[in-house]
């Protein structure tokens, strides 16, 4: 009997092994997937590129279109203006974010280069360098030798630890500059198109500057607002503060457009 219930009691200890086994792995498959959401990994690698240029593309346009209506332009003259401003400056920042960051890869893969000739040429003086390195982390005795030792052991850890410890620079192997300059030109035209659609339907100015500033803004919030999936921004107040600037700009430019029109009498 006494053999039985131990038996048993194995039996009971081993499926509640198993039980507490299954939770952990699913308690750490969901706190992943938490974490995940939390520091925004699935944001998208062009996601910044495309929030970025469909704002600037917003409140541009609508700049030059709140410009033109204030100096009592015609329709066609708003929409050839809103057109001009949309290929131009779009194409502008596609071009700007596609040759900064090739520049800022080629920069990054020439200081890999200079690293990995240190490495192999001065390399005492690159193991000392790790040393004073993980020195200033809090690291000493045994533990700072054997840190040095596993990190110079492996070619590439070394190299990676210098880039980012010395230099201070992290690389960024997803995505390409030509995808990053297109993702901007993209967004920024869709998104310029939004102020200039209801004078292309040949609706009165009276009718169609409502229209656009409606579109606009809500727009510009819900763009804004999408900031925070790449700022450390509340998103209401990243929608806002893009809002604002919108409005901004917008009086800005047809203030402008009503004071040249009053003083050259367009």
Same mark, same amino acid.
């Given at each position: 009997?006494?053999?039985?219930?131990?038996?048993?009691?194995?039996?009971?200890?081993?499926?509640?092994?198993?039980?507490?086994?299954? /939770?952990?792995?699913?308690?750490?498959?969901?706190?992943?997937?938490?974490?995940?959401?939390?520091?925004?990994?699935?944001?998208?690698?062009?996601?910044?590129?495309?929030?970025?240029?469909?704002?600037?593309?917003?409140?541009?346009?609508?700049?030059?279109?709140?410009?033109?209506? #204030?100096?009592?332009?015609?329709?066609?003259?708003?929409?050839?203006?809103?057109?001009?401003?949309?290929?131009? $400056?779009?194409?502008?920042?596609?071009?700007?974010? =596609?040759?900064?960051?090739?520049?800022?890869?080629?920069?990054?893969?020439?200081?890999?280069?200079?690293?990995?000739?240190?490495? $192999?040429?001065?390399?005492?003086?690159?193991? +000392?360098?790790?040393?004073?390195? =993980?020195?200033?982390?809090?690291?000493? #005795?045994?533990?700072? +030798?054997?840190?040095?030792?596993?990190?110079?052991?492996?070619?590439?850890?070394?190299?990676?630890?210098?880039? =980012?410890?010395?230099?201070?620079?992290?690389?960024?192997?997803?995505?390409?500059?030509?995808?990053?300059?297109?993702?901007?030109?993209?967004?920024?035209?869709?998104? #310029? /198109? /939004?102020?200039?659609?209801?004078?292309?339907?040949?609706?009165?100015?009276?009718?169609?500057?409502?229209?656009?500033?409606?579109?606009?803004?809500?727009?510009?919030?819900?763009?804004?607002?999408?900031?925070?999936?790449?700022?450390?921004?509340?998103?209401?107040?990243?929608?806002?503060?893009?809002?604002?600037?919108?409005?901004i700009a917008a009086g800005l430019? =047809?203030?402008?457009?009503?004071?040249?029109?009053?003083?050259?009498?367009?």
């Amino acid at each position: 009997m006494t053999q039985s219930l131990s038996s048993h009691e194995h039996e009971l200890e081993a499926a509640l092994a198993r039980k507490a086994k299954l /939770l952990h792995n699913k308690v750490n498959s969901e706190w992943r997937l938490l974490e995940n959401a939390w520091h925004q990994r699935q944001t998208g690698t062009y996601l910044a590129d495309m929030i970025f240029g469909a704002n600037d593309g917003l409140v541009t346009t609508f700049a030059v279109v709140a410009g033109a209506v #204030g100096a009592d332009l015609s329709t066609v003259v708003i929409i050839v203006l809103g057109f001009a401003n949309l290929l131009a $400056d779009g194409a502008s920042m596609g071009l700007g974010n =596609y040759l900064g960051k090739k520049s800022e890869q080629r920069f990054v893969a020439k200081q890999r280069l200079r690293e990995a000739w240190e490495i $192999d040429n001065l390399a005492a003086i690159e193991q +000392d360098e790790v040393r004073q390195i =993980y020195r200033q982390k809090g690291f000493s #005795g045994p533990d700072l +030798d054997r840190a040095v030792t596993i990190i110079t052991s492996n070619k590439k850890v070394w190299l990676d630890t210098m880039m =980012y410890e010395e230099l201070g620079l992290i690389e960024q192997p997803n995505g390409t500059p030509a995808k990053h300059g297109w993702a901007t030109f993209v967004a920024f035209s869709l998104a #310029g /198109l /939004l102020p200039i659609v209801p004078f292309v339907f040949k609706l009165s100015t009276l009718i169609a500057l409502p229209i656009s500033i409606v579109t606009t803004f809500i727009a510009l919030f819900l763009i804004g607002s999408s900031r925070s999936k790449v700022s450390a921004q509340r998103w209401w107040w990243a929608g806002g503060e893009m809002l604002v600037v919108g409005g901004i700009a917008a009086g800005l430019a =047809y203030g402008t457009g009503a004071v040249l029109r009053a003083v050259f009498g367009i």
